[in-house]
């Protein structure tokens, strides 16, 4: 919550003291900041100036003043910076030493302080509210005097309204002997065409305030545009020193690469200013036409206990105009800010001026969803989706119905809902931790990469393109309303959230199009962890580092930190995180020790490692699982690493393939692309001589299709090529099509009878030339399993995760190969103990009464 000064209606402190509350509860619509908050470049430029902060700072501002010069091409000389537009309001009635001064009024009010400082004589040229208070050329023409100062909002404060801009040039046009002071602090709300810059009349004097639009007003910094002569007077007036070096240095980089920031700020203002006026003039109120990000309202009658109210029972602090002269307490200003926060403001003034009692105090809360925690790291595959298990076991097993949300996955891995949609394997995991069945609503998102550069995007589980990486990013925020109603529809379904992010939030090519992490974390209005991996090295480094490319919005989402995947004495990091804490101020909220053989699917990643580890013994099987390069679901392999009479080993190229007994082709998301380079790399020639020699062959998927003698892609689903010769294990024919395979799938093994079950996503249609080859076939009659010797071929994900098959399958291998079956069941592959053991592990190793009061459970 900003605490900033709220100008004449008491600072930020003494309203919080009025209301009851602390600072942080104080909903300020008195201060008119802007809501995107400050610019990314802001953090940036304060960095580097603190470089600098042991030296005085220019005295004039020469290097800030220079930049304003090359982007405005204005002449240095009419160029005068100060410590805000404040500071020169009140030296210009020094320096310009005319005895009169007109305000047109309604007015900022410390346009007449500053003119009774300087003994100027004032008067007030009252603009009419039937014209908006806008100012009036007629009016002013008959009342400016000659060696007089006139005041001009353009736009006005608190009216918000202006005169035309050819008109005000007239007016001064005519007037010169008179000089007019034009104040645009709030202009670049107002659209490019607005400013009276670059031009400067040389009876004008023109402030532009370089805080307002930026979010930055404590910063202090503010410029003065007249002819060489006044320009000169000012500066006498003003300090030496008077910017210091951290306003210089982000001004400049204002003047510099602000562009994009200020047409982001008007294309926010401009439907929220007009969205609350709607909604003000629908609760009776009367709204004048604002041009800037503040809005001028009038009660229907004057009402001081309306002020009263908000202050005291929803913590809204609201600008009481009643010190404007021209104006009473029947008016109000407010500033325009994001879209929640105009709706409580909404909802709190018709409760007040219904006349309702509010039950108890209230004040704004930003959950207005379910609670929830949201887990980001500073890189992929630092833990997240693994943590994000952990979370979701420990809140249910403390009582919560909860569920798992990521908005966007990129990942090999998938899996098929009952309802036969497609998620990212890591929520379908995570669902499990939450004893759920996975829901489409969990992942609206799924990108699997199909190339280097693209990747088949997956909408709320079904295919809807194959895109390259750039339009995919043009594309990305149509998805985001979507991801919004999933997610909306997921949390009103459950006690708690909790989110996982992606990659890292401190990538800044990616935060503008963001869906999945920060981003998603304001709309969904949940607290941020974040997660670093301590193995990597560097971990510290990456928190602090990660936080400084945050906005202020984002780190006030942010809580804290989990260090993640420790090993050795947790106490010697002890100094590391009180330097964190206090460069930072958010705390490391937990310490979580390396856990080998967790016993769960690690996290979702564009590359696949083999993990999890049992003792062997000494009779095995070796294993190869052959490395595809758009390999998908290599989890489907998981359950045979717990095995102790299998040692699986990952290859890639083919003088690491040896003389196994056993090879697996997992599936790929590119079958003819990784077809082609297994050839390249003479892997297909390897496998082809080891399964002639005996070797035993497994195809899954993609691997199945491979396997056969043609693939075809007339379509070019997955490649350029339309077709190719397959490995010719056996004489199958796959095409790929439009139409996708996605289904939870039961099976039947034509030789035993025995019930085997997966999931199937897949585009081929494989198509066979004898039904002996048929292995397994689904309820529906389908084949989904080909068989003949020994190779072994289905398009069941999954079908090896049940122990009684899994061990009948080897033992089958076992006994082809001269050794002894073991019989009965080895391993047990039940994740939902591992899950328990995980949660238990993270619970041990984390502040669960810090998280839990984060999240606003306990």
Known sequence: MTTVNSKHGGNIYELAKKAGCVPEQILDFSSSINPLGPPEFFRAAV?????????????????????????????????????????????????????????VVPAYIDYEKSCRLAGVEISYAGMDETDNFAPDFEKLDALVEKNTLVFIGHPGNPAGTAMAKEQLRKLVGKHPETIFVIDEAFAD?????????????????????LTKIFAIPGLRLGLAFASAKNTALIREQLPPWSVNSIAQEVGG???????????????????????????????????????????????????????????????????????????????????????????YLINALRLVLSGQKQGKTFYFKRKTQSPSLMLQG?????????????????????????????????????????DGCEIGRAQAVQSQACRLAPDVRMNPVLLKPSTDTGCQVILMGKPVANLKAKAYFSHKESLFPKVQTAYDSLAADYDAIILEGAGSPGEMNLKKHDIVNMNMARYAQSPVLLVGDIDRGGVYASFIGTLETFLPWERELLKGFLVNKFRGDATLLQDAHDYVEDFTGKPVLGVIPYLPDMGIPEEDSVSFALTRSCRKLDETLDVVLIELQHISNFTDFNPFEIEPDIRIRKVRHARDLGAPDVI??????????????????????????????????????????????????????????????????????????????????????????DKVSGYEIHHGKTTYKSEKLVSMRSEAG?????????????????????DSFRRRFIDMIRIERGMEALEKVQAVYDVDEAMNRLAAHVRKNVDMKKIYKIMGLK
């Open 47 to 103: 960095s580097r100036s603190l470089e600098n902060i042991v030296h005085y700072p220019d005295p004039q501002a020469e290097r800030l003043i220079a930049a304003a010069v090359e982007t405005s091409e204005i002449n240095e000389s009419f160029i005068c910076a100060a410590d805000g537009t404040e500071q020169l309001i009140y030296a210009i009635p020094r320096a310009l030493k005319l005895e009169k001064a007109l305000i």
């Open 189 to 209: 709300f107002c659209g490019k065409s607005f400013s009276l810059l670059p031009e400067i009349p040389p009876n004008a004097v023109i402030l532009r305030s």
């Open 253 to 343: 980089k204002i003047f510099t690469g602000s562009a994009e920031y200020v047409r982001e700020t008007i294309e926010l203002i401009n439907p929220l200013r007009e969205e609350l006026t709607q909604q003000l003039e629908a609760s009776g109120l009367k709204v004048f036409p604002g041009l800037a990000n503040y809005l001028l309202v009038k009660l229907p009658r004057k009402n001081d206990a309306v002020y009263d109210r908000l202050l005291t029972e929803a913590h809204i602090a609201v600008r009481n105009c009643a010190n404007f002269k021209g104006l009473n307490s029947q008016f109000f200003r407010i500033a325009v800010k994001n879209r929640a926060e105009n709706a």
């Open 378 to 418: 500073t890189c992929s595959d630092a833990g997240k989706s693994v943590l994000t298990s952990a979370f979701c076991r420990i809140l249910l097993q403390d009582g919560y119905n909860v569920a798992p949300f990521k908005s966007q996955n990129m990942a090999l891995n998938s899996y098929v809902t009952a």
């Open 664 to 753: 697996i082709l997992p599936g790929s998301k590119n079958v003819i692309g990784d077809l082609i380079s297994l050839r390249e790399r003479g892997v297909a020639d390897a496998i082809l001589e080891q399964v002639k020699n005996g070797a035993w062959f497994i195809g899954i998927c993609g691997g199945l299709q491979m396997a056969g003698t043609r693939i075809e892609d007339p379509l070019g689903l997955e490649s350029n090529q339309p077709s190719i010769v397959g490995l010719n294990l056996l004489p199958l024919t796959t095409r790929l099509e439009a139409g996708k395979c996605l289904s939870q799938t039961t099976a039947t093994l034509c030789a035993s009878g």
């Open 782 to 802: 389908e084949a989904v399993g080909f068989a003949a010797g020994k190779i072994w071929l289905s398009y069941l994900h999954g079908v090896f995760d049940e």
